[in-house]
């Protein structure tokens, strides 16, 4: 390179370039060396050497600069090294030295084909539009490219996607159902309607019904349709869905993991996680799940409630007509009811036909016994799994609460749902017991409309093993959670006497204060005057108040001595509260709560106590009669006597008969309420019929009460008021308990036994 002089330099003037700053590394540690400036081969050096020479020669070549600007300034940004290449650094390292070489002869070798493969438009010895075409090694070199992208794409996203750990609410929660006591449906509880099944409970024609409507190669397939993802995406990208192709995996996917939403990464994501699942679960493990969360229409999940809905019965008892038309309801529930529209019910002929002929074709259903299947099987025009209303609602409430405490299920176990309780609720008793109140009630309403606003009629049949065979708990429990058969807020009256007289045939009486206990019987006699005084061994039993504390008959009416089972007959109520007195009252405590009464809604210790000061459910009234029914013996009331979840039997804590008085004492008593019954109704039952009962009343009027037993059942009626907007504070009933010749809890009763009179 030359460089041409100035015709004003002269021959003596030194020329200095300033060039780029080179940095080489030094040894560790030290700084690189630095050269500020770089001489011209040839050029004289300053004679003195000086540094101040070669600043002022440098000045004067950037004459532009301003004077007195420090060196420092000039250098603050210097320009940086070009930075190695990558190959040199790579073959910098001694580890990948190696593989850089293997490499790039590998490079070496490709090169050629590499430019082969390179497009080049346009194309040389192409004429036209062919000029533009790519080679058929251009094309099949971007083909397998394109492949072998995709695959890597695919295992990625494969190895990246988990199958979710929680399933969707709709696919886990279960309704809860109901049964009379005789196995037929009361009633279900839930937000969904679904059971699951075990698939072996399910029959084979069901299962292949399904899958020749649906999936028939199911049991070959990878969990997959590759045919179906690519009809399913074109779809998407023409027309917006993404409708057909999906394998019984798929579906069951979508069903379980994710939502309905159609587009393409959600159906991406299903493939997925259904490749995943195919390899994780057997095909019997997926097609169960398919069946038990799979929607069928009629607010129903799974073919055991869609059995239900549709034909009344469970999956267990279905042919392959009727298996085939639920499988069209997999197409599309609201397109395919039958009983929804004409055109859905051509439809679901159309499909039922050819899911039938479907069968024959992959083998599943011969020749001759598709031809038995020629009527179409009409469904049941309403769903008869009903939910709850009005008084099955107080069922359910009973249920459930024992069902709960009986099994040790928690409550969010519970409402989980997938339980199936069995009763012991009598569907006639209940029928008829839920009749004759409520006719009762709307006579009241009729009658006397202002007062009978606030009247409530609790009633319950208990059988002397302890089943609870029918309650009423109001008129709606929709209207009125508050049920009235298992309230405890009015006293019983006098029809707590036979709990009275049976302490006192048990334990016998003391009437002197050191004196022993001497045994009563029914002929004991006693003081049947009305207003007469209670009495202790030291005297007169007297009040806070200061006052002697008396016994009082209904109407004020006097009987002289009479013996305690003519007292029980007549509803004499004073010498059974001289009884309590005798006996003591916390012996007639013992054998009420022993009888089945509830200690918390036992009276003070107090004589009314014999009087029926405790407040007892009807419920329980019933449950401490079916006592003397059962020679002596007593079972505490429950309404469930089965629970299982699924077909899996849980274990109930059944309660077991427990003594509550000697069996003479309960035939004594019984024998007694049968002599009240027949006298206050000669003509109430036939005479061969086994009936005992008794009336209650109470001293302010604000409960009337009938409890007796017909053939081992006991039945509670009790009719009281309550202003439940004011208080819990009961009222009188101001006749609307009727009379004693025609008493309001006696015709309720004897009417739901079907008794007349």
Same mark, same amino acid.
């Given at each position: 390179m030359q460089l041409k002089a100035l015709g004003s330099f002269k021959a003596e003037e030194t020329v200095q370039l300033r060039m780029p700053v080179q940095r080489t590394a030094g040894p560790e540690g030290e700084k690189p060396e630095e050269s500020g400036t770089s001489q011209i081969p040839g050029a004289a050096e300053p004679a003195d050497g000086s540094a101040s020479a070669e600043a002022a020669s440098a000045e004067r070549i950037r004459g532009g600069e301003k004077a007195g600007r420090s060196p420092r300034s000039r250098n603050r940004n210097p320009r940086k090294a070009p930075r190695p290449s990558l190959r040199s650094r790579l073959a910098a390292d001694p580890r990948l030295a190696p593989l850089l070489g293997v490499l790039t002869a590998s490079a070496a070798r490709l090169a050629p084909h590499a430019r082969r493969m390179k497009p080049e438009y346009p194309r040389p010895g192409r004429t036209d539009w062919r000029r533009w075409l790519p080679s058929w090694r251009q094309w099949l070199g971007g083909t397998l490219a394109g492949i072998g992208l995709s695959g890597f794409f695919l295992v990625v996203a494969y190895a990246a996607t988990d199958i979710p750990d929680d399933l969707n609410s709709h696919a886990t929660q279960q309704d809860n159902v109901y049964f009379w006591a005789d196995g037929t449906p009361m009633a279900r509880t839930g937000w969904v309607q679904r059971q699951e099944m075990p698939l072996r409970d399910i029959p084979e024609d069901v299962r292949w019904a399904v899958l020749a409507a649906e999936n028939e190669n199911f049991y070959n397939d990878p969990g997959i349709s590759v045919m179906g993802l690519s009809r399913a995406v074109l779809r998407t990208f023409g027309q917006g869905d993404t409708q057909g192709g999906s394998t019984i995996t798929q579906q069951y996917v979508k069903n379980a993991y994710l939502n309905q939403d159609q587009t393409v990464r959600r159906k991406f994501t299903e493939a997925m996680i259904a490749l995943k699942l195919d390899n994780r679960m057997s095909k019997e493990e997926i097609l169960e799940s398919y069946l038990n969360t799979s929607w069928f229409g009629r607010g129903t999940y799974g073919i055991q409630r869609a059995a239900q809905a549709y034909y009344g019965k469970d999956v267990s008892e279905l042919d392959a007509g009727e298996a085939a038309f639920l499988a069209s309801l997999l197409k599309g529930a609201g397109l395919y009811d039958p009983t929804l529209s004409s055109a859905n019910r051509d439809r679901a002929v159309e499909r039922w036909t050819w899911t039938l002929d479907r069968m024959v074709d992959i083998g599943k259903l011969s020749p001759a016994e598709r031809a038995t299947y020629k009527k179409f099987p009409e469904p049941l025009k309403s769903n008869p799994l009903y939910s709850t209303g009005e008084q099955s609602d107080y069922l359910v409430e009973l249920a459930s609460q024992y069902a709960k405490k009986s099994g040790k299920i928690t409550e969010k176990q519970f409402d989980l749902g997938g339980y199936q309780i069995y009763t012991t609720f009598d569907k006639k008793r209940e029928n008829r017991l839920t009749d004759v109140v409520t006719k009762a009630r709307k006579k009241a309403l009729k009658d006397d409309p202002k007062t009978a606003k606030a009247v409530h009629y609790g009633a319950a049949s208990v059988a002397a093993d302890g089943r609870i065979l029918a309650v009423y708990g109001g008129p709606d429990h929709r209207k009125q959670g508050y049920n009235e058969s298992n309230a405890t807020t009015v006293p019983a009256g006098t029809a707590f006497t036979p709990f009275v007289y049976a302490a006192g045939l048990q334990h016998g009486v003391r009437t002197t204060r050191d004196g022993e206990r001497t045994p009563v019987t029914g002929e004991s006699l006693y003081n049947g005057d009305?207003?007469?005084?209670?009495?202790?061994?030291?005297?007169?039993?007297? @009040?806070?108040?200061?006052?002697?504390?008396?016994?009082?008959?209904?109407?004020?009416?006097?009987?002289?001595?009479?013996?305690?089972?003519? %007292?029980? %007959?007549?509803?004499?109520?004073?010498?059974?509260?001289?009884?309590?007195?005798?006996?003591?009252? @916390?012996?007639?405590?013992?054998t009420a709560v022993a009888s089945g009464l509830l200690p918390s809604s036992i009276g003070a210790r107090v004589p009314a106590l014999s009087m029926g000061s405790s407040t007892p459910s009807a419920i329980r009234m019933a449950g401490g009669y079916s006592t003397f029914a059962a020679a002596g013996e007593h079972t505490e009331p429950y309404s469930v006597h089965r629970v299982t979840r699924n077909g899996a039997k849980i274990p109930l804590d059944l309660p077991e008969p427990r003594r509550a008085v000697r069996a003479e004492v309960a035939e004594e008593v019984g024998s007694a309420l049968t002599e009240s019954f027949r006298t206050a109704h000669p003509d109430g039952a036939p005479p061969t019929a086994k009936v005992a009962g008794k009336p209650g009343t109470t001293e302010k009027d604000t409960a009337a009460w009938y409890v007796g037993t017909h053939e081992s059942v006991s039945t509670a009626v009790v009719v009281y008021r309550i202003d439940l907007t004011e208080s819990l504070e009961p009222l009188p009933l101001e006749g609307l308990a009727g009379t004693a010749d025609d008493s309001v809890p006696y015709g309720i009763w004897s009417g739901a036994l079907g008794l007349s009179g």
């Open positions: 009305h207003d007469v005084p209670v009495t202790t061994p030291e005297g007169p039993y007297w @009040d806070r108040s200061g006052r002697k504390v008396a016994a009082g008959n209904d109407g004020e009416k006097s009987y002289g001595q009479i013996s305690l089972r003519r %007292a029980m %007959a007549l509803s004499v109520n004073t010498p059974f509260m001289q009884l309590g007195m005798d006996t003591g009252l @916390d012996k007639v405590r013992a």
